[in-house]
Structure formats: C-alpha cells, structure tokens
C-alpha cells in the first residue's frame, strides 16, 4: 500500500513510526525545512530558542510508555519547574511537564531521523487519478501516487487542501476553530536574578512567559525569556510588524516583574494557527473519508499528547485497511 503522509510535525511523525512497525513504508512531505512543525526551535546567534510548544504532558498510559523510551534515547526529559500565577505569585497546577534535549525541535529530528521524510515540500493539490491519489507540490511537479494521503496540517490548512478533492472531509475539518500565538524570545544584556522561572500572567498581553535556562541542557547565559501573548491579544494584532510586536511585549514583561531589562536582542514569531481553541475531541483520533485521513492535535485535544495520539490511531486504522481486516470507517 503506497501511503504520502503530509505534515512531519508529532502527529505525521507518530503516524509513520507506527505504519513503519508494521512494516508499511510512507513518504512524509513538509513544507518547513525541517521536521517539528510547533515543536519547532528558532537557531539564534546565541542558541536556540524554544518559540512553539514549551513543554508536553504524559497522561495517556499508550503515550507514557513511548515517553519513557524517548527518556531512555536521552531525547526527553522532565522540566521541574513550578510556574506561578503572576502577579498574584499563586502556583500554578501542579503537573510533570517534559521537554525535549537540547531544543524541543530535537524530538521531531529524533523520531524522523529513519523516515523517509522530504521537507521543503509544500503540498499544494491533491487529485484523484486513475492511479490513485496524485500529489502536485507549489511548483506544480507531480510526487507520486498513493493509495491512501494522511494529511496532518493544522486545521485551515488542511481544509483547504481537501476542499476541492474531499468536500465533505473539509467541512467537517473547518469545525475545528485555531488561535494564534505571537511568541518573542528575548535575550538580555544582564541576568535578571528572578525568584521565578516560569508564569502564566493573569492579565495583560501576556499569556505565558519563561526562562531558556531553566530547561534541561539549555544554556544559562545570556539569560533568554519566552514570551507568548495570550491569543486575543495575538488576534487584535496579528498583522503588526514583528519588531512592533517585539518591543511591545517586552514593555509587558518589564511591567509584569517590574524590572528595565537590556535587550540584547529579540526575535519575534508569528503562530497563525498555533493552538486549537475548538479541537474536535475525536474519540476515534482522526478523520477518514474513504482512503483520505486527517489527523493532528486539532484533531483530538490541541496538545503534543493528543497530536502523537492522533497520529497514531490514523496510522492504526491504514494498518487495518492494509491488512484488509477491517477498513476504516466512512
Ligand atoms: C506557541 C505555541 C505554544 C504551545 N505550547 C504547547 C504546550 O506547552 N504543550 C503542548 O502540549 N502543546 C503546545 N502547543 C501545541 C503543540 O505544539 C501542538 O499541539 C503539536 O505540536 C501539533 O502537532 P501536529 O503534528 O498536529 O501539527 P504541526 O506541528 O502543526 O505539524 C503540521 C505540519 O504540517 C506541515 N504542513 C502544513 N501544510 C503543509 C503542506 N501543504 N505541505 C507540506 N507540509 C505541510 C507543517 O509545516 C507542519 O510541520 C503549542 C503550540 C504553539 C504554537
């Protein structure tokens, strides 16, 4: 069975890591230069910067166990980090919370280093032909052809892709909303010396902001932050130039612990579709409508869990098709 995942972000990893145990090969595409998708680090001048997902959970037992081999390959492990409520300086849920080593994109560069994965790859139709499913990249150059397409894009992404081919598939993709997310990675003259590592603030544009350092393997010096602004701020002001966005959210973060930082440099990133704020809560895991399927964290519960969960149970139900027990549901 000739399988074309599109997206290496966790879900079209996890996908073809479990299509592979059964020993069914597929082609991954993603259109970024590497694989990670929202797990992606930003390589600075003086490091890499977390500017995606800051950390995950482990609370399906199915996942934990695949947590701990990636804590076994050195690739993960444990943030112990009490973050607070700012300002009112409360704990905040209590909850292990696990990063990847040395960078979060470290993870995606771990599960795909035996996949045979082509970034730089945008996928921008996808037909039906006598053959089976036809895949055109931007420049129009044909990919191949394929029984089944899992597509793992976010959401308006994947909507539209489908639109023309799977009509009823886009529609029931278009349910679930995205939000976006401005994220900054500030990187300072001095050491700001807080009794802090990590916050959620209250209120403001903020929304969450955290010390690189603290994080297993990061380097402490120069002392860089992560600032994400809260997702109605990122909406109000999702076309502001980055340097704008840059400075205003630092004049929050100097507000919010009520210090004048030295910037020595920052760096602004704009997540147009960062987290799911109406995921679809799939039992199932994933959308299927004949040999098309979707999966992702918008799929299941807008979290790296439920994207590597998502990815997984698409690539289960192709299993089943290839083996011919039982094919996925229409
Ligand atoms: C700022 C931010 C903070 C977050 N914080 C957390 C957190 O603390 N904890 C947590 O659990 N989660 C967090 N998340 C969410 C988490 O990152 C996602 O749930 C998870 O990474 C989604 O994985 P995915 O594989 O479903 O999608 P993605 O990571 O988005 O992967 C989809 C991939 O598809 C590719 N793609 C899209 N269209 C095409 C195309 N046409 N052709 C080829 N490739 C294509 C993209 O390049 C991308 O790599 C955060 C996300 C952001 C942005």
Same mark, same amino acid.
Request: net charge neutral; charged share 20%; hydrophobic share 45%.
């Given at each position: 069975?000739?399988?074309?995942?599109?997206?290496?972000?966790?879900?079209?990893?996890?996908?073809?890591?479990?299509?592979?145990?059964?020993?069914?090969?597929?082609?991954?595409?993603?259109?970024?230069?590497?694989?990670?998708?929202?797990?992606?680090?930003?390589?600075?001048d003086w490091g890499s910067i977390d500017l995606g997902a800051q950390y995950f959970?482990?609370r399906d037992r199915s996942f934990r166990s695949e947590v701990a081999q990636w804590?076994?390959?050195? %690739?993960? $492990? #444990?943030?112990?980090?009490?973050?607070?409520? *700012?300002? &009112?300086?409360? =704990? !905040?849920? @209590?909850?292990?919370?696990?990063?990847?080593?040395?960078?979060?994109?470290?993870?995606?560069?771990?599960?795909?280093?035996?996949?045979?994965?082509?970034?730089?790859?945008?996928?921008?139709?996808?037909?039906?032909?006598?053959?089976?499913?036809?895949?055109?990249e931007r420049h129009g150059e044909v990919l191949g052809e394929y029984d089944a397409?899992? %597509?793992? $894009? #976010?959401?308006?992404?994947?909507?539209?892709? *489908?639109? &023309?081919?799977? =009509? !009823?598939? @886009?529609?029931?993709?278009?349910?679930?909303?995205?939000?976006?997310?401005?994220?900054?990675?500030?990187?300072?003259?001095?050491?700001?010396?807080?009794?802090?590592?990590?916050?959620?603030?209250?209120?403001?544009?903020?929304?969450?902001?955290?010390?690189?350092?603290?994080?297993?393997?990061?380097?402490?010096?120069?002392?860089?932050?992560?600032?994400? $602004?809260?997702?109605?701020?990122?909406?109000?002001? *999702?076309?502001?130039?980055?340097?704008?966005? @840059?400075?205003?959210?630092?004049?929050?973060?100097?507000?919010?612990?009520?210090?004048?930082?030295?910037?020595?440099?920052?760096?602004?990133?704009?997540?147009?579709?960062?987290?799911?704020?109406?995921?679809?809560?799939?039992?199932?895991?994933?959308?299927?409508?004949?040999?098309?399927?979707?999966?992702?964290?918008?799929?299941?519960?807008?979290?790296?869990?439920?994207?590597?969960?998502?990815?997984?149970?698409?690539?289960?139900?192709?299993?089943?098709? @290839?083996?011919?027990?039982?094919?996925?549901?229409?």
């Amino acid at each position: 069975m000739r399988i074309a995942i599109i997206g290496a972000g966790i879900a079209g990893l996890s996908a073809a890591l479990t299509l592979r145990e059964s020993g069914i090969a597929a082609v991954v595409y993603d259109k970024g230069r590497g694989p990670g998708g929202r797990t992606v680090s930003k390589r600075t001048d003086w490091g890499s910067i977390d500017l995606g997902a800051q950390y995950f959970t482990a609370r399906d037992r199915s996942f934990r166990s695949e947590v701990a081999q990636w804590e076994a390959a050195d %690739v993960v $492990a #444990p943030w112990s980090v009490n973050p607070w409520v *700012l300002p &009112e300086r409360q =704990p !905040a849920s @209590a909850q292990s919370r696990l990063v990847a080593k040395p960078r979060m994109s470290a993870l995606a560069r771990h599960l795909a280093k035996d996949l045979d994965l082509h970034c730089g790859v945008q996928i921008s139709e996808m037909s039906r032909e006598l053959g089976g499913w036809v895949l055109r990249e931007r420049h129009g150059e044909v990919l191949g052809e394929y029984d089944a397409v899992l %597509v793992t $894009a #976010p959401a308006p992404q994947a909507q539209s892709l *489908l639109a &023309e081919p799977c =009509p !009823a598939l @886009a529609t029931q993709v278009g349910t679930a909303r995205m939000q976006p997310c401005w994220a900054v990675g500030l990187i300072l003259e001095h050491a700001l010396e807080l009794d802090f590592s990590a916050g959620f603030p209250s209120s403001g544009p903020l929304g969450w902001v955290a010390r690189s350092g603290s994080r297993p393997d990061r380097p402490h010096w120069p002392e860089t932050w992560i600032l994400h $602004a809260t997702a109605a701020w990122s909406e109000a002001n *999702l076309e502001w130039p980055a340097e704008q966005v @840059a400075s205003y959210l630092t004049e929050a973060f100097c507000d919010l612990v009520h210090r004048r930082v030295e910037v020595t440099a920052s760096i602004a990133h704009r997540w147009r579709f960062a987290r799911a704020r109406q995921s679809l809560g799939s039992e199932q895991g994933y959308l299927v409508s004949e040999d098309v399927l979707c999966a992702g964290d918008w799929v299941t519960d807008g979290r790296v869990e439920g994207a590597w969960l998502s990815g997984r149970a698409a690539a289960q139900a192709l299993i089943r098709k @290839a083996q011919g027990s039982a094919a996925p549901d229409a």
